[in-house]
């Protein structure tokens, strides 16, 4: 009783949260691993995520007399070997480096992505990571992987944020909350169709299917990015219709859909592949307005990827300390005449609601890209701080390392902070009842990022050094003409052997002054749509008229509100937390013990 309220607030409910974490809104500590967050700890957030104000009093008083829901069974989740395991039960018709592959989950170039999805799956069994890595799906009463979780609170979306930046923080990219994003942005628009043509019909073929992939534990590709052709044309007025994925024919069985979608993440080494459109949709493109899933290994899919990582290229320095082991393959993936029964399609035709989806899943990934990118620049972090002490220098007392120090964490921390705001801000969309990033928010974040990118790795390369780029490759290490003299020379700070020195010389080279590292910036730049589309999403949805009319009001001008007038036309005062989030004393959020593995460690 009385948690999340405040004097003179109406009862509140407190619903089971994240994982069955409902220990910290009790008084108990919450377990789970450090990993992300200021100073490298995940934290849980507590109250919001648990928290929802009732109606009027009788209600309350209804709710308050139920008996307690049961306790959420929990999704059969599998493990990364099982995951690998999984891969080998589909047949999909794989390309790379001009050869067909034969198994996707023991190919050598593809090893590196499948390594990152695997650690997703591994992540989510750690019970100390439970309270971030998994989530209830209160509608269905079941615990499942937040990668495939459609948010319930603004709760889930910071858990969601710190899940991802711990995630990432390992792998890169982790890849998987793709999925996350897509099923979020599909189910709002699902409720938006049905909610225009009073059915119910699209709504439950969604949640058919988002059972299906919870109960499953799948890994979903996101193919929404067409070839797109020339961009100066519709997809109906392409010289050549496979440009765009569209509907070929449709019958009582289902669609058939043809087309082509570039920059499908992941694609040879998921389940299935979620195909939605790339952009807003005019009647004269009714045929490209579809929404559907398909397996991976579906009849008339060919799938060209490029390799994840840098897994067997012949390197001047070696093998790649990092992106050997994780990386993350991007596909073309061609579409000839691939059948679709109905209950796995989501719309066909629909092309008025199509701007739900493109704006939805776009907000939603922006903001997972915060969380990724902060686990990125996490690394950068360590590994420049590693070099200065490899350098034999303290940043905290040369003011020419601490300075590019500090700019990378303001940076780093910058745009993760807008993440956090996002979530905070969040608002519960009117149709669907999930809950929506701020838009402002998200995309301010994700612009930051995606400009400041190349101010990261400079910063990086600014404290390391330019022996990242110039060290002799690791075969002289072991070259019995120059090893023993190289590492004599080569070594600065007495306490820090030379192969220690130049291995993170090596890791911060792999990422950020390699292919891998030149991938890391263009992902970031274009990956969740150009930095012209975070710029137009920001005037679109920032309340400029609010300020407007603050600065007529100051000068006593007098002036009324006008709808028609174009720079008034977005307007928000403000807003106050109404339903008091947290008890007096109790955190919002709150630090996570370290994970077994640090004590291990240590």
Known sequence: ?????????????????????????????????????????????????????????DEAEAVMNTPPAAVPARAALMSGDAYRESLRRYEPRVHVDGRAVASVADEPAFRPGVNALAYT?????????????????????????????????????????????????????????????????????AARIDDARGSTEHRARFQAYLAHVQDEDLSLGIAMTDAKGDRSKKPHQQANPDAYVRV?????RGIVISGTKAIVTGAPYVHELLVMPS????????????????????????????????????????????????????????????????????????????????????????????????GFGDL????????????????????????PM????????????????????????????????????????????????????????????????????????HNPETAARLSE???ASPGIPYDKRIQ???????LTASYQGGWYSVISLHGGGSPAAMKQEIWRNYPVGSKVELVERLLERGVLHDDKRAITKNRQPGKCCDTGCTTPGQQVMVALPPSRKADAAS
């Open 504 to 510: 993170t010389a090596r890791f911060i080279e792999d």
């Open 248 to 252: 070929v024919e449709r019958n009582a």
């Open 489 to 491: 020379v080569l070594q």
């Open 121 to 189: 799956y591994d992540y989510a069994l750690r019970p100390e990571l439970a309270p971030v890595a998994l989530a209830t799906q209160a509608s269905r009463n079941r615990v499942v992987s937040r990668m495939l979780h459609v948010n319930e609170s603004a709760g889930d979306l910071l858990n969601k944020l710190e899940a991802v930046r711990g995630l990432c923080q390992e792998t890169g990219c982790a890849q998987r909350y793709l999925a996350h994003d897509a099923l979020n942005g599909i189910w709002q628009a």
């Open 279 to 374: 952009r807003n949709l005019g009647p004269e493109d009714e045929a490209f307005a579809v929404c559907c899933a398909v397996r991976v290994d579906a009849p008339g899919i060919t799938i060209v990827a490029r390799p994840a990582g840098r897994p067997g290229e012949a390197l001047e320095h070696g093998d790649a300390p990092f992106s050997r082991k994780y990386g993350q393959s991007t596909a073309v993936v061609l579409f000839d005449r691939v059948f679709v029964p109905w209950e796995q399609v989501f719309y066909a035709g629909e092309w008025e609601h199509s701007h739900v989806l493109t704006y939805s899943y776009a907000t939603h990934h922006r903001h997972s890209c915060i969380g990724a990118r902060a």
């Open 380 to 403: 950068l972090i360590g590994a420049g701080a590693l070099m200065c002490e490899a350098n034999g220098l303290d940043p905290g007392r040369k003011s020419s390392l601490r300075d």
């Open 1 to 57: 009783p009385g948690v999340g309220q405040r004097l003179g607030a109406q009862p509140a409910r407190v619903d089971r949260g994240v994982g069955g974490g409902i220990a910290a809104l009790a008084g108990r500590t919450a377990r789970g691993c450090g990993s992300g967050g200021h100073g490298g700890s995940v934290r849980l957030i507590s109250a919001l995520n648990s928290v929802q104000m009732l109606a009027p009093s």
């Open 406 to 477: 500090v700019e990378l964490i303001k940076i780093t921390e910058g745009f993760f902070a807008c993440g956090v705001a996002a979530s905070v801000y969040a608002t519960q969309d009117a149709y669907s009842g999930s809950y929506m990033p701020d838009p402002v928010f998200s995309n301010i974040g994700k612009l930051l990022l995606a400009t400041q990118i190349y101010d990261m790795h400079r910063l990086a390369h600014e404290v390391s050094g330019g022996l990242i780029v110039a060290l002799p490759g690791p075969d002289e290490d």
